[in-house]
Structures are given as C-alpha cells and as structure tokens.
C-alpha cells in the first residue's frame, strides 16, 4: 500500500520514510503540501502523513483540500501540540494527530491499523454490510455513505462513527463505548474529539437535507434509529 508524507524538514520525511519501508510500505515523500496534492489529483495514495506548517500549502490546507475530494486516511504530524491545534486538525477530517516528538515505530503501527480496517472491509459479504435507515445507505464493503443518491463525503473517524452506531440500530451506546471502538483508548481529551466528530456529521447531514439523525442520550450517548 502507498503512503504520501510531506514535511518541509526532510531529516523528519527520511526518518519517516525509513521506518515505514522497514515495515514493508510503499513510500513517497514531499517537502510541501501543494507537491502532495497535486500528485494526489493524479494518482491517490492509501493513506497520508503531513506536517502543519509547511510552504505553499500547510497541512490544515491540504487536509481540507483532500477532504473535498477523498475519504483516504490523513494523520497529522505537528511540533504544536495545542488542543486548539489538534482539534482543529481533526475538525477538518483529519483521523489522528501526533504531536512531534514522536515515536515512529507508533506512527507506523497507527498507519498500519488504519490501512488493516479499511483493507478488511473489501472481503465482507455485500449483501450483509449495507445498512439502510432512513435515508441513510452505508455501504461497509465499498466504505461509502449515501442520503437517497447522494454520496456524503466522511473521513475515516466519521464512517467508523456511524458503522458503530448503525451496526447497533436502536440501542444507545455510550461516549466511552465508542470512544474505545475507534480511538482504541480512553482519555480525556477523546470526549472533544468525539464531539467534532459528532458535529461535523450532523452538518454534512443538514446540508443533504437528511431526515436520518444522530440521537444525543444526554448524560450518556449516541443512537440512531429507524422510528
């Protein structure tokens, strides 16, 4: 599988590179974003891995850039390890944020694990992993999801959100339960996360004119329902 990484420090793209050929990824790096994306347009990668601040194009850029036109997995890497920063990261569709230093063995680890989800939802049976309620269609095999016939554009976190809450139809689960499902741990700092998650899908939702919701549980959870 191909990983894009951009970082206009190229000892941090080569250490990156490194570690992630070491454990058998295909690999190209870019000293800008406006480099990445364009050769993004033209040939799509798996996964990506950019730096905040770089020339031409920062991180946040590109990330908002891609998720106009691609569900692929981004994680950012950043020296700024502000909350204000990392949320603003994921609330642009990023799927993690790692705040420099960092380990890479980790960040190879969380790269493959992201890369392992999506490729298992190719052998899933068609028939059994399409959901439909409401309005909403979510396709697990093909890692889509529709209002009517119109495709909603989510990042990573976003569709493993909604699979978690449609696969338990009518039940409400709880902020750690699913905190847990797709982040793999529980800290504080998730239960932020977890609201932009929730925030922006509910506005992705209103602008498709969707009558499927996102059910708060206050003091509690999230369901969703077909009631």
Known sequence: ?????????????????????????????????Q???ETFIKTPCDLLITDVMMPKLNGFQLCQLIREISNVPIIIISANGEEEKRLQGYNLGSDDYLTKPFSLKELSLKSRNMLKRIN???????????HMIKDFIMKIHEHTAFIEEKRMNISEKEFQFLQILVESKNVALSRETIIEKIWGYGCVEDTRLLDHVVKRIRKKLIELDAKFRIETIWGYGYKVSDE
């Open 1 to 33: 599988m191909k990983i894009y990484v951009a970082d206009d420090d190229k000892d941090i793209c080569y250490m990156i590179e490194r570690q992630l050929v070491v454990d058998g990824f295909a690999v190209d790096t870019f000293y800008d974003g």
């Open 35 to 37: 480099e990445l994306y």
């Open 120 to 130: 298992n939802r190719s052998i899933y049976n068609n028939d059994i992993n399409i």
